[in-house]
């Protein structure tokens, strides 16, 4: 007969049984916040360029053509900078679309041509702007985690108001 002083000492391992198993369950619910912390991350950093390039466009010039320049020089910074940490997969400043409309809701063209300066479109009073931005963000800046595979597509729409008195003069 075994007595009880005889057997192995198990206290304690199903602590250690428990905790292996519950390792790869914790890592993934760490790995889909890390990604989802990331997402958001980069969506308020679009959402805040387009906000910004929407109310450039709205305040800069008089000619729509111009204000659409003035949209993707912006782009073109703030993918450059060294202080933006939303990579893109794609040319953002291409992707990117610049909208304005009249009161009525209408479509104001935005005719770039040189040989059809004459038919430059002015920026509507009282209408507004819209700057969609659109990034393709690679896996490996959502949470530092590359799934292959996975495509993220982030698009942010930025509005801005023109101001409905700037064609009055002043004299």
Do not use: W
């Not at 782009?75 to 997969?89: D, G, K, T, V």
């Not at 108001?161 to 004299?171: C, E, K, T, Y």
């Amino acid at each position: 007969m075994l007595s009880g002083k005889c057997r192995r000492d198990e206290t304690g391992s199903g602590t250690a049984i428990g905790m292996a198993i519950m390792f790869v369950p914790l890592m993934l619910v760490i790995v889909s916040l890390s990604m989802l912390t990331g997402s958001a991350r980069i969506e308020q950093a679009l959402q805040s360029t387009a906000n910004r390039l929407a109310r450039s466009a709205a305040l800069c010039c008089h000619y729509t053509d111009s204000a659409e320049a003035v949209v993707h020089a912006g782009l073109a910074a703030e993918s450059a900078a060294a202080s933006n940490r939303i990579h893109c997969n794609n040319d953002v400043v291409a992707d990117s679309t610049t909208i304005f409309t009249d009161v009525e809701g209408n479509d104001v063209p935005i005719i770039s041509d040189p040989l059809l300066s004459d038919q430059r479109a002015p920026v509507p009073p009282g209408g507004s702007v819209h700057v969609i931005v659109t990034c393709r963000v690679p896996p490996e800046v959502l949470g530092g985690v590359g799934l292959p595979g996975v495509n993220v597509s982030r698009t942010a729409v930025g509005t801005a108001s023109i101001d409905p008195f700037r064609a009055r003069s002043g004299g």
